[in-house]
């Protein structure tokens, strides 16, 4: 930041949202970061002589997304995703920053294969980046947060029937282990984001789902809501007790369900250092058992009853859930197929992070979130999250110039055609929607308008607490 350097982009809106508020003016961009909000005097209008001028009118200036949750794959299965792809994914869904998840091949559980890993993604990353590394070696945990991790990620779960995608090296579900890397963590300061999860109880409830069901995304589905969800129940009941006995800081990814967003709540009024994630896809998308029926295996991951994604709802809008993760889980068609017959034995998750702005976007036309909560949830919260509050994720002065411009009563409809994801696909295809971005800012550079992206693949920068 260099207050001396020339302005270089002024981006004028009658709606932008900034940290004081909406504003019907200009922001002053120098060398990648906001130097100036203003309000213009109408007769006097903001110009410079070197500076490029994009005045959006009415459209929307948000902060650009913070995506603190992000399966990009890279390395081990680039074949449905890497850097390159879905950071242009991200840039044209509006995402500006992406922090990826660590069940990749080998996962960063070391300070080594750490570096290897940020490698990749400096080489590839068209938006600006950043890594939730394993935190399954807690004699690797220091090393790791001085080197730079965003954050630890823990998976409860290991797979009985499938290898993949909570490989040996992602996963800890012994109880005392997990104890001494919440114990770990806690040193460091930095977060541990916790996929909560019991593996005995899932194993028993998917015995009981194929007996009575079969094997099917039905049966799938319905077996991860058994006795309401308890096999992530007990996983977010276990890691709040540890949280207590620790001190760390527990962030708990896609929560859905009724008593886990409970105990949740009860943590949170008694001040401890605990937060919240909900998925856009949980939110909007698999809440209906039609969904699941149609497009099986590729909507699965999860599917939330009614009650669960009432009891969803009312927690992202009284703040017990904290940030919205996009969970973008690419994976080939060859590997969801074979969920048709036998959906336990089969991956789960579906490609969110190019869409899920816009799925938002259309939820608040109509009525049943605010825009300002949306950045919230998306930009301010993550970047809070992980240390970057000032710097990501919101617009004020000193702030990296992350921008997405959004066209609020666009009406659109998603092709599969436009999907940027290296996997190709998405369950969305046909779906109409009402508001879109139509063009991302990078630290001030045009990086993406009107779906095409244009910032390059290691044009993004990592980020560092
Ligand atoms: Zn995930």
Same mark, same amino acid.
């Given at each position: 930041?260099?207050?001396?350097?020339?302005?270089?982009?002024?981006?004028?809106?009658?709606?932008?949202?900034?940290?004081?508020?909406?504003?019907?003016?200009?922001?002053?961009?120098?060398?990648?970061?906001?130097?100036?909000?203003?309000?213009?005097?109408?007769?006097?209008?903001?110009?410079?002589?070197?500076?490029?001028?994009?005045?959006?009118?009415?459209?929307?200036?948000?902060? $650009?997304?913070?995506?603190?949750?992000?399966?990009?794959?890279?390395?081990?299965?680039?074949?449905?995703?890497?850097?390159?792809?879905?950071?242009?994914?991200?840039?044209?869904?509006?995402?500006?920053?992406?922090?990826?998840?660590?069940?990749?091949?080998?996962?960063?559980?070391?300070?080594?294969?750490?570096?290897?890993?940020?490698?990749?993604?400096?080489?590839?990353?068209?938006?600006?980046?950043?890594?939730?590394?394993?935190?399954?070696?807690?004699?690797?945990?220091?090393?790791?947060?001085?080197?730079?991790?965003?954050?630890?990620?823990?998976?409860?779960?290991?797979?009985?029937?499938?290898?993949?995608?909570?490989?040996?090296?992602?996963?800890?579900?012994?109880?005392?282990?997990?104890?001494?890397?919440?114990?770990?963590?806690?040193?460091?300061?930095?977060?541990?984001?916790?996929?909560?999860?019991?593996?005995?109880?899932?194993?028993?409830?998917?015995?009981?789902?194929?007996?009575?069901?079969?094997?099917?995304?039905?049966?799938?589905?319905?077996?991860?809501?058994?006795?309401?969800?308890?096999?992530?129940?007990?996983?977010?009941?276990?890691?709040?007790?540890?949280?207590?006995?620790?001190?760390?800081?527990?962030?708990?990814?896609?929560?859905?369900?009724?008593?886990?967003?409970?105990?949740?709540?009860?943590?949170?009024?008694?001040?401890?250092?605990?937060?919240?994630?909900?998925?856009?896809?949980?939110?909007?998308?698999?809440?209906?058992?039609?969904?699941?029926?149609?497009?099986?295996?590729?909507?699965?991951?999860?599917?939330?009853?009614?009650?669960?994604?009432?009891?969803?709802?009312?927690?992202?809008?009284?703040?017990?859930?904290?940030?919205?993760?996009?969970?973008?889980?690419?994976?080939?068609?060859?590997?969801?197929?074979?969920?048709?017959?036998?959906?336990?034995?089969?991956?789960?998750?579906?490609?969110?992070?190019?869409?899920?702005?816009?799925?938002?976007?259309?939820?608040?036309?109509?009525?049943?979130?605010?825009?300002?909560?949306?950045?919230?949830?998306?930009?301010?919260?993550?970047?809070?999250?992980?240390?970057?509050?000032?710097?990501?994720?919101?617009?004020?002065?000193?702030?990296?110039?992350?921008?997405?411009?959004?066209?609020?009563?666009?009406?659109?409809?998603?092709?599969?055609?436009?999907?940027?994801?290296?996997?190709?696909?998405?369950?969305?295809?046909?779906?109409?929607?009402?508001?879109?971005?139509?063009?991302?800012?990078?630290? $001030?550079?045009?990086?993406?308008?009107?779906?095409?992206?244009?910032?390059?693949?290691?044009?993004?920068?990592?980020?560092?607490?």
């Amino acid at each position: 930041m260099n207050a001396d350097q020339p302005v270089d982009l002024i981006v004028r809106s009658r709606r932008i949202l900034t940290t004081n508020g909406w504003l019907d003016g200009a922001i002053e961009i120098r060398g990648g970061w906001i130097s100036a909000t203003a309000t213009p005097d109408p007769s006097t209008p903001v110009q410079h002589p070197t500076a490029r001028t994009i005045d959006v009118g009415n459209h929307l200036v948000l902060p $650009g997304l913070v995506d603190s949750h992000a399966h990009i794959r890279e390395p081990g299965f680039t074949d449905k995703e890497d850097w390159a792809h879905g950071s242009a994914a991200a840039l044209a869904g509006g995402v500006t920053t992406v922090v990826d998840m660590p069940n990749v091949n080998p996962p960063p559980n070391t300070v080594e294969r750490f570096l290897a890993h940020r490698a990749l993604a400096q080489a590839g990353a068209r938006s600006d980046f950043a890594h939730n590394v394993a935190g399954t070696v807690p004699s690797e945990i220091a090393g790791l947060a001085d080197a730079g991790a965003a954050a630890f990620k823990v998976f409860m779960v290991r797979d009985a029937r499938r290898t993949y995608p909570h490989m040996p090296g992602i996963a800890v579900d012994d109880h005392a282990e997990l104890l001494a890397v919440c114990e770990a963590v806690a040193t460091t300061g930095k977060v541990l984001m916790v996929h909560p999860h019991d593996s005995s109880l899932g194993e028993l409830y998917s015995q009981r789902a194929i007996a009575q069901w079969g094997r099917g995304p039905v049966s799938y589905a319905r077996s991860l809501r058994m006795n309401d969800g308890l096999v992530m129940d007990t996983g977010i009941a276990t890691m709040l007790l540890l949280q207590r006995a620790t001190g760390v800081r527990l962030h708990l990814l896609h929560v859905s369900t009724p008593n886990g967003i409970a105990m949740i709540r009860a943590a949170k009024a008694e001040g401890r250092a605990v937060t919240a994630e909900a998925n856009p896809f949980h939110m909007l998308v698999v809440n209906s058992m039609a969904t699941i029926e149609r497009h099986g295996p590729f909507a699965m991951g999860q599917w939330l009853p009614e009650a669960h994604a009432e009891a969803l709802w009312a927690a992202v809008l009284d703040g017990t859930i904290d940030v919205i993760g996009s969970d973008h889980t690419p994976h080939t068609r060859a590997e969801k197929e074979p969920g048709w017959q036998d959906m336990f034995a089969t991956p789960g998750g579906s490609p969110t992070i190019q869409h899920y702005l816009s799925l938002l976007l259309t939820a608040a036309a109509e009525g049943q979130i605010s825009v300002e909560r949306i950045v919230e949830l998306c930009a301010t919260a993550p970047a809070r999250l992980l240390g970057w509050a000032g710097r990501k994720g919101s617009i004020q002065v000193g702030a990296d110039a992350d921008l997405v411009v959004v066209d609020p009563d666009a009406q659109a409809t998603i092709r599969e055609a436009d999907v940027l994801s290296k996997c190709g696909w998405t369950i969305l295809d046909g779906r109409p929607v009402t508001g879109v971005p139509t063009m991302t800012i990078r630290r $001030g550079e045009v990086a993406m308008v009107d779906g095409t992206v244009l910032a390059t693949p290691g044009s993004g920068r990592h980020v560092t607490a």
